[in-house]
């Protein structure tokens, strides 16, 4: 497979994957490759009265941890305190755990669960944190999730990313769905699905729309979709070519690349489609946008000088000639994608094999860290915290999610039984965080 450098080619990309068949709304089945040097000791007893619910509890939560290479998980056979007055804190000791996880869940009126948890430091014998959330049935998973975020982020000190959701294209035979499931692979729900491509999805900063390429009309289009509603408006739809859409970080404008005026360009649109502006002006292929997280400046890919590389240009002072290149390694380097702190960024670098893997570079010092092993990986995107790069790979000819992390110390791989994804796209943190 051949991996194109600017988006409104990518086409050749899509119509290249393996026609697979099956439901497009297969499952995401995850698995873990590797873990941190000094993983954290931690025991997570099932919550009492949890036996009665369905998903259980404790394993999300223990699931959750383990993904992100930094949790030692401790067997708690044989103890079981649900009360901070019931552990019995020098059995855990020996266990070799620092943290331990007790909890309950209590059955209350509307076929509501109250859960319950606390967070105890084994060492100090103390309470490091805990939770109360009362929810419906239906929102056990989240529920679980939530709880995973408070643990990660007591035990690291970073925000946990559990709750989030994820954004890919799923191919099967000559339909393709664009699906969105939570991080960890599951409530996976098909928003479009086509029997033309569909690329380049985008979330909105809040979280409530998505952005997206679709050829339904046989010509690339973007488009914004509100997820709770379906309803979608066609933001660019120029003469020529219409792609990668990336959002401002306050949700009012699109980054998208036009060939409307000659060449691959970058201009902003109002989020109504109104209000077109041109951002860059060269003699080359300008495409895949990405804000940075303060809004002043976008990087892109460029060929401007003779080979696609990655560049910086402010969005401030309108329409612009000039621009910053940063990367200098190797003759190909596309797809950047910001971190949430906006002092580095993931891209696909080249090497000299001929493999294309995930990077991050540190734009102030331009180190650059190779992340991946595979042949041909692509669209690699930061989860909200930083500490992980969801990006897609192939795998014998198959299409797969791959999530590294940002020390490339642990890996994963997310697949479906059946099918081909690609695209992916890792969006923001809930609201309620």
Same mark, same amino acid.
């Given at each position: 497979?051949?991996?194109?450098?600017?988006?409104?080619?990518?086409?050749?990309?899509?119509?290249?994957?393996?026609?697979?068949?099956?439901?497009?709304?297969?499952?995401?089945?995850?698995?873990?490759?590797?873990?941190?040097?000094?993983?954290?000791?931690?025991?997570?007893?099932?919550?009492?009265?949890?036996?009665?619910?369905?998903?259980?509890?404790?394993?999300?939560?223990?699931?959750?941890?383990?993904?992100?290479?930094?949790?030692?998980?401790?067997?708690?056979?044989?103890?079981?305190?649900?009360?901070?007055?019931?552990?019995?804190?020098?059995?855990?000791?020996?266990?070799?755990?620092?943290?331990?996880?007790?909890?309950?869940?209590?059955?209350?009126?509307?076929?509501?669960?109250?859960?319950?948890?606390?967070?105890?430091?084994?060492?100090?014998?103390?309470?490091?944190?805990?939770?109360?959330?009362?929810?419906?049935?239906?929102?056990?998973?989240?529920?679980?999730?939530?709880?995973?975020?408070?643990?990660?982020?007591?035990?690291?000190?970073?925000?946990?990313?559990?709750?989030?959701?994820?954004?890919?294209?799923?191919?099967?035979?000559?339909?393709?769905?664009?699906?969105?499931?939570?991080?960890?692979?599951?409530?996976?729900?098909?928003?479009?699905?086509?029997?033309?491509?569909?690329?380049?999805?985008?979330?909105?900063?809040?979280?409530?729309?998505?952005?997206?390429?679709?050829?339904? $009309?046989?010509?690339?289009? *973007?488009? &914004? /979709?509100?997820?709770? =509603? !379906?309803?979608?408006?066609?933001?660019?739809?120029? @003469?020529?070519?219409?792609?990668?859409?990336?959002?401002?970080?306050?949700?009012?404008?699109?980054?998208?690349?036009?060939?409307?005026?000659?060449?691959?360009?970058?201009?902003?649109?109002?989020?109504?489609?109104?209000?077109?502006?041109?951002?860059?002006?060269?003699?080359?292929?300008?495409?895949?946008?990405?804000?940075?997280?303060?809004?002043?400046?976008?990087?892109?890919?460029?060929?401007?000088?003779?080979?696609?590389?990655?560049?910086?240009?402010?969005?401030?002072?309108?329409?612009?000639?000039?621009?910053?290149?940063?990367?200098?390694?190797?003759?190909?380097?596309?797809?950047?994608?910001?971190?949430?702190?906006?002092?580095?960024?993931?891209?696909?670098?080249?090497?000299? $094999?001929?493999?294309?893997? *995930?990077? &991050? /570079?540190?734009?102030? =010092? !331009?180190?650059?860290?190779?992340?991946?092993?595979? @042949?041909?990986?692509?669209?690699?995107?930061?989860?909200?915290?930083?500490?992980?790069?969801?990006?897609?790979?192939?795998?014998?000819?198959?299409?797969?999610?791959?999530?590294?992390?940002?020390?490339?110390?642990?890996?994963?791989?997310?697949?479906?039984?059946?099918?081909?994804?690609?695209?992916?796209?890792?969006?923001?943190?809930?609201?309620?965080?």
């Amino acid at each position: 497979m051949f991996i194109h450098w600017f988006t409104h080619t990518r086409t050749a990309l899509i119509v290249m994957l393996l026609c697979i068949s099956t439901s497009l709304q297969a499952q995401l089945n995850i698995e873990i490759f590797g873990g941190g040097a000094s993983r954290i000791p931690i025991a997570i007893v099932p919550f009492a009265e949890e036996g009665k619910l369905q998903p259980a509890i404790t394993p999300i939560i223990s699931a959750d941890l383990q993904r992100t290479g930094l949790f030692k998980l401790v067997d708690p056979a044989g103890l079981s305190p649900h009360e901070p007055a019931e552990v019995a804190y020098a059995d855990w000791a020996n266990r070799g755990a620092n943290a331990l996880v007790i909890g309950r869940a209590i059955s209350v009126s509307g076929d509501h669960v109250e859960l319950q948890f606390r967070l105890m430091d084994v060492a100090k014998r103390s309470q490091l944190t805990g939770l109360a959330i009362t929810v419906p049935r239906t929102q056990l998973r989240a529920a679980a999730h939530r709880i995973a975020d408070t643990i990660y982020e007591a035990l690291t000190g970073d925000v946990g990313v559990f709750s989030t959701r994820i954004a890919y294209v799923l191919k099967r035979g000559n339909k393709y769905a664009l699906q969105v499931a939570d991080a960890d692979g599951y409530n996976a729900q098909s928003i479009i699905e086509y029997s033309e491509p569909i690329i380049s999805p985008a979330w909105s900063p809040d979280g409530n729309q998505l952005a997206y390429v679709s050829f339904e $009309n046989k010509k690339p289009v *973007v488009y &914004v /979709q509100t997820l709770a =509603s !379906r309803e979608r408006k066609a933001v660019a739809s120029f @003469k020529g070519s219409n792609s990668a859409p990336a959002w401002s970080p306050d949700g009012r404008k699109l980054a998208v690349v036009l060939s409307n005026q000659g060449g691959s360009q970058i201009f902003l649109v109002n989020v109504d489609g109104s209000g077109l502006q041109r951002l860059s002006r060269s003699s080359g292929i300008d495409t895949e946008p990405n804000f940075s997280p303060d809004g002043r400046s976008i990087i892109f890919t460029s060929d401007r000088g003779g080979s696609p590389q990655i560049y910086r240009m402010s969005v401030t002072s309108g329409e612009n000639s000039n621009a910053e290149r940063l990367t200098f390694e190797g003759g190909y380097n596309v797809s950047p994608d910001f971190s949430q702190d906006g002092k580095s960024f993931t891209f696909i670098h080249r090497n000299s $094999n001929n493999q294309f893997n *995930v990077a &991050v /570079q540190d734009i102030g =010092s !331009r180190q650059v860290q190779i992340l991946t092993n595979s @042949k041909f990986d692509e669209s690699p995107s930061f989860a909200p915290n930083g500490k992980m790069i969801l990006y897609a790979t192939e795998i014998d000819g198959h299409g797969i999610l791959s999530a590294v992390s940002r020390d490339g110390q642990t890996r994963q791989h997310l697949t479906v039984q059946s099918g081909d994804i690609r695209e992916p796209a890792w969006g923001p943190l809930p609201k309620w965080k």
